[in-house]
């Protein structure tokens, strides 16, 4: 593993030297059963990575630890937004670097899904769109609209152009084996009747008219158009079927996980109903299925979507926001991976599965034999058994069964699926986690400036402040009649708007509420996302929702009073028909109530307009201009301030270990580091309730099912790449609205602290084994049918103590095992003489290894905890 990312990064290095071509050409097209690749049908595992979402210095990594885990294709969105930020301006430069993604994927022998959309959703701020595009006369979008069709086909060329000017299509050597264009239209389709009907005809052959070479695919699309591939996405997709007999079932996105909101509970699904759904997906005529995502990464800047959608995309995906593998559902995939290659061979040679009941909810399908259902009897056609595969399902939720197979018992748990690559021997079941469970820690916790003995860790500059004017402060103001809607404004440059008025306020007013025991409100007939009222430089109420009413009561003096309206968006509207009308700010009337005279229409008054804050124009948060700001150091006592700008500088933790921001005693705000903008943060509190202390993983899965962090802020750890970095005097930018203590500000690095397995003599043998030869006996069978616990720690570690082992009935959990009725008195030793001082070990699963049976008559299990330490590292790593 090591080896193959240093190859990967020596490739990054001396890219200039390698050549374009990463493959023999081959060609792609398909079948009714799956994708052909070069002649040959293939069984696909693919991993969703979103290039912007990580740094250049990220990539090779997270793809090495993709193919790792077993994939043959990396997917990804090709996003507008980022790659033509002006209209006719392209930025393919940083975490835009499209073609140094591509390339990379192809250097590691990996081939590419590019969904080109332009389209993406993808809880990316504006769905993917520009925001210039909303201003082009007479716009529409995603229907059958000229200016809309004119401005997508230009972008959709320009990529299939670029590809094809690297030579990174197959058919020229490159990884690049699909396409896709438009994305999960066909839930908007209704939207837009007829005119609907004629887009997705003329997207469909737009895309094709541009002469890719490799297949296009819709997904969520079931009127596909003639070639183009229709595809699932969702949560299961082994019931699928094309829209024609002629197309294979592809699912374009498993989703291993869900998004997070401000406010929200984190989601996380568990890997054994993930692995179910996978098992079942290919069980039942499946060919192509990528994990949405398999890393989710960071919605740096202000790319996030929603509203409301956190910085995190983390997305419990395999491979969590840092680049750190999350156990146990990396090697769990990685095992199931592994047990469907194990199948291929009878796959692919099959046109569709040979179905046997096995009971009320159990179900066999086989591939590669024809099955006389009466007394079971198979015909080989003159294979060898190996091409003969079978899944074996019980989808009951509750129970386990006992089934026969081909004259064998099998026990099948509930919700789950046993694979048999050779139609006898049970490899994997989805319900059977032998994987390592990884608990990561934080390495260290000092709070940010800190006066510390150990120079090489942390500086001494104290925290600097200074104030946001809340007011107007530039000669780019401008002072129309009437309320403006928010982003035909800001043209998103900004999450903010400032709007300014005066009211006059007379002595009848003042007696009026005093008499009437009353005050004036604003109220609003609609707003997004959140709204700051201020009355004379003071801040009066906040008020914070997705279209909601607003009535914030006021306090005015007498005579002229400024009122100052601060609209926001956290993100703009990714997902629903007719984005280019959702807008932001304010809808319907806006109004002064309570008035003697009556309310006050503050639409027909004079308002002046202010886009974005002072330290974002002047842009103090970057290295060059940030000492230009006139900066006041920040006292211990000072009070939290609202509107307040802060920085100081740190120097980076020791280590490669990825770093991360602990923003907890924040408000809401935004943040940057040498320049580079972290994101959005918000310490919004989940609620207390919905969370469930044990996981069921059996049954149907839901976003709000196994849901973790409950009565605890959503976020409050943000990613700073490494890249990002320098050994020391970084500069660390904070913008708060609402007030928080940046003495308690700290800076961590992270790491996989403890590394836990837990696996019984019921288990199977390590699925890695059937792929060695050396392991293999004469009839084609493991030769060793021991279970093992396999523990690893992260590269630049070692197993630097054992925490608890048992043989026997342990009880618990990962950091809370505690020993049973039945415990072998070796244990400890034996697992230490194995793992201690090592990167990884194994441990045998059976009496034979621990001298004996501890206690006759029952499943023995072994249960391990180890804790992981770094080895010596020297200098700075910006990886």
Aim: proline share 5%; hydrophobic share 35%; aromatic share 12%.
């Amino acid at each position: 593993m090591l080896r193959l990312r240093c190859l990967l990064l020596c490739l990054t290095i001396h890219f200039a030297a390698v050549a374009a071509a990463f493959f023999k050409p081959f060609n792609v097209s398909y079948d009714h059963r799956a994708l052909i690749i070069d002649g040959n049908r293939r069984m696909l595992i693919s991993a969703g990575i979103h290039y912007p979402r990580a740094t250049p210095q990220m990539w090779p990594d997270l793809i090495a630890k993709s193919k790792e885990g077993g994939a043959d294709v990396i997917q990804t969105y090709a996003f507008w937004s980022g790659h033509e930020p002006q209209r006719g301006q392209y930025y393919f430069e940083g975490r835009y670097d499209i073609v140094k993604f591509v390339k990379l994927v192809g250097a590691s022998g990996l081939y590419l899904h590019l969904r080109i959309g332009p389209y993406v959703c993808a809880e990316w701020n504006f769905g993917g769109f520009p925001v210039w595009l909303r201003d082009i006369p007479g716009i529409e979008f995603r229907t059958n609209n000229a200016p809309f069709k004119e401005e997508m086909q230009r972008f959709v060329k320009k990529m299939v152009d670029l590809m094809r000017e690297e030579e990174l299509f197959c058919w020229q050597g490159g990884p690049v084996i699909m396409l896709q264009i438009e994305n999960e239209y066909g839930n908007m389709e209704s939207s837009y009747g007829q005119r609907g009907k004629e887009y997705v005809k003329w997207a469909a052959e737009m895309a094709l008219g541009l002469g890719a070479g490799v297949p296009w695919v819709m997904c969520k699309q079931v009127d596909a158009p003639g070639s183009i591939i229709d595809a699932c996405n969702g949560y299961y997709c082994d019931g699928y079927k094309s829209n024609s007999y002629n197309k294979p079932i592809l699912w374009t996105e498993d989703w291993d996980g869900w998004y997070a909101s401000w406010g929200g509970r984190l989601p996380h699904r568990p890997v054994e109903d993930l692995a179910f759904a996978v098992a079942r997906f290919f069980q039942r005529g499946g060919s192509f299925q990528n994990y949405y995502m398999y890393f989710g990464g960071t919605n740096f800047g202000r790319t996030s979507g929603g509203p409301f959608y956190i910085t995190s995309y983390d997305y419990d995906a395999p491979i969590d926001e840092y680049g750190l593998l999350s156990e146990p559902k990396w090697g769990h995939l990685k095992d199931l991976h592994a047990a469907i290659k194990l199948c291929e061979p009878a796959l692919v040679a099959a046109d569709s599965p040979h179905y046997i009941k096995l009971g009320p909810k159990q179900e066999a399908h086989v591939y590669g034999t024809t099955v006389h259902t009466k007394g079971l009897n198979f015909t080989w056609f003159g294979r060898s058994q190996s091409q003969c595969s079978a899944f074996l399902a019980n989808i009951d939720e509750h129970k386990s069964a006992s089934v026969t197979f081909l004259g064998q018992k099998y026990n099948l748990p509930p919700w789950s699926v046993s694979i048999l690559p050779d139609c006898r021997n049970v490899v994997f079941n989805t319900a059977k986690v032998g994987a390592q469970t990884s608990i990561k820690r934080v390495n260290s916790d000092l709070p940010l400036p800190v006066i510390s003995e150990n120079k090489n860790l942390y500086t001494m500059e104290p925290w600097m402040t200074l104030e946001e004017p809340i007011s107007i402060w530039s000669e780019n103001n401008f002072t129309v009649r009437g309320i403006l809607e928010h982003l035909n404004v800001t043209k998103d440059h900004s999450d903010y708007l400032w709007h300014i008025t005066r009211i006059f306020v007379s002595d009848e007013d003042i007696s009026f509420w005093e008499e009437s025991n009353i005050s004036p409100a604003i109220t609003i007939d609609s707003m997004r996302d959140v709204l700051r009222v201020f009355v004379n430089g003071q801040l009066t109420g906040s008020v914070i929702g997705h279209w909601v009413k607003v009535v914030q009561p006021v306090r005015f003096v007498k005579g002229y009073n400024d009122l100052l309206l601060l609209t926001q968006t956290v993100g703009l509207q990714n997902y629903g028909a007719f984005l280019e009308k959702d807008g932001a700010g304010f809808r319907g009337h806006v109004k002064l109530t309570g008035f003697k005279n009556g309310d006050i229409d503050l639409s027909t008054l004079l308002w002046t307009y202010q886009v974005g804050l002072k330290g974002e124009f002047f842009k103090i948060y970057t290295i060059e201009e940030n000492d230009k700001a006139g900066w006041a150091e920040l006292s211990l006592d000072a009070d939290p301030s609202t509107f307040t700008w802060y920085k100081t500088y740190f120097d980076s933790p020791a280590g490669t270990d990825p770093v991360a921001l602990n923003l907890g005693s924040m408000g809401k705000g935004q943040a940057w580091v040498n320049g580079h903008h972290i994101g959005r943060y918000w310490t919004l509190v989940a609620p207390k309730d919905g969370c469930q202390e044990i996981c069921d993983y059996r049954g149907a899965y839901n976003s709000d099912k196994c849901s973790t962090n409950c009565g605890k802020p959503t976020q409050t750890w943000y990613h700073i790449p490494r890249s990002w970095l320098q050994a020391s005097s970084n500069l660390l930018v904070i913008f708060e609205e609402i007030g928080g203590n940046p003495f308690e500000i700290s800076i961590n690095s992270l790491a996989v602290g403890t590394i836990c397995a837990q696996v019984s003599e019921s288990h199977y043998p390590p699925v890695q084994k059937w792929l060695n030869p050396d392991f293999i006996d004469e009839k084609g069978r493991v030769n060793d049918r021991t279970p093992e616990i396999h523990l690893q720690c992260q590269d630049g570690f070692i197993i630097s103590s054992i925490e608890f082992a048992s043989y026997g009935s342990p009880q618990g959990h990962c950091q809370k095992f505690s020993q049973g009725n039945c415990h072998a008195s070796n244990s400890f030793s034996i697992v230490s003489e194995a793992c201690l001082g090592k990167n990884s070990c194994s441990v045998g699963v059976s009496n034979l290894v621990f001298g004996g049976d501890p206690c006759r008559g029952i499943v023995k299990t072994l249960a391990v905890e180890a804790r992981c330490r770094s080895l010596p590292t020297v200098g700075f790593s910006q990886l």
